[in-house]
C-alpha cells in the first residue's frame, strides 16, 4: 500500500466513523478509527507510511516557520527589521513557484524550495511574485466558500443540508457509497 492509497483507506474509514457533530478531531471516535486502521496496515508498511508523513508534516512546518519569520520582519508601520536571530531560521525551507519552459519548448510551473541562507535577488522576486498570486486566489476562493455559505443558507431554509440537497441533486444509493 503506498502513501495515497493509505490516505483513501483512511478517508473512507472516517466517513463511515464521522459523527454529524462533534467537537475536536482528538475525540474518541477518531482514536477508534486510528486503532482499525492500525490494525490493517502490516508493521513494515506502517513505519514507512509513518516516515513520509512526519517527514512531509516537518518540511511543511518548516516553510510556515520561515514564512512567519518572513511576516514578523514587517515590524510596526512598514518599519523592516532583521532580528538578530535570523540565523535560527537560515536552513529552512522558502517555497515559491515560477514560469519557465520545459526540455519540449512548453510553459510550465517550477515549484521550488530554497534554504533561506542561499535565497537569491530572483528567488525573493519569485517568492513575492507567486505568493500574491497565491494570496489573491486563496482570498477569492475564501470569499467564494462565504458566498456560497450564505445562498445555501437561504435556500435550504429549515431543513439539514442533507434532506436540501438531496431535493436538488438527488444521490442513488449506489453513488453514495
Not at 477508534?32 to 492500525?38: N, Q, S
Not at 516557520?65 to 535560527?88: E, M, S
Request: hydrophobic content about 40%; proline content about 5%; some cysteine.
Amino acid at each position: 500500500m503506498n502513501l495515497e492509497d493509505f490516505k483513501l483507506y483512511v478517508d473512507g474509514e472516517l466517513r463511515r466513523a464521522r459523527p454529524d457533530r462533534y467537537g475536536s478531531p482528538s475525540d474518541d471516535w477518531v482514536k477508534e478509527v486510528a486503532a482499525r486502521v492500525a490494525e490493517e496496515v502490516p508493521t513494515f508498511e506502517a513505519k514507512r507510511i509513518a516516515a513520509e508523513t512526519i517527514v512531509g508534516q516537518r518540511e511543511g512546518q518548516a516553510t510556515r516557520r520561515v514564512n512567519r519569520f518572513l511576516k514578523g520582519l514587517a515590524g510596526i508601520n512598514g518599519q523592516y527589521a532583521l532580528p538578530v536571530d535570523w540565523h535560527l531560521y537560515a536552513d529552512e525551507p522558502v517555497a515559491f513557484e515560477y514560469e519557465s519552459v520545459d526540455a519540449d519548448g512548453e510553459p510550465c510551473i517550477v515549484r521550488v524550495r530554497v534554504a533561506l541562507r542561499a535565497m537569491r535577488p530572483d528567488d525573493w522576486r519569485y517568492f513575492s511574485q507567486s505568493g500574491r498570486v497565491s494570496a489573491q486566489h486563496r482570498f477569492d476562493a475564501e470569499m467564494g466558500m462565504y458566498d456560497v455559505a450564505d445562498w445555501i443558507r437561504v435556500e435550504q431554509g429549515q431543513q439539514t443540508f442533507a434532506d436540501w440537497a438531496e431535493t436538488v441533486a438527488p444521490v442513488s444509493k449506489s453513488e453514495a457509497s
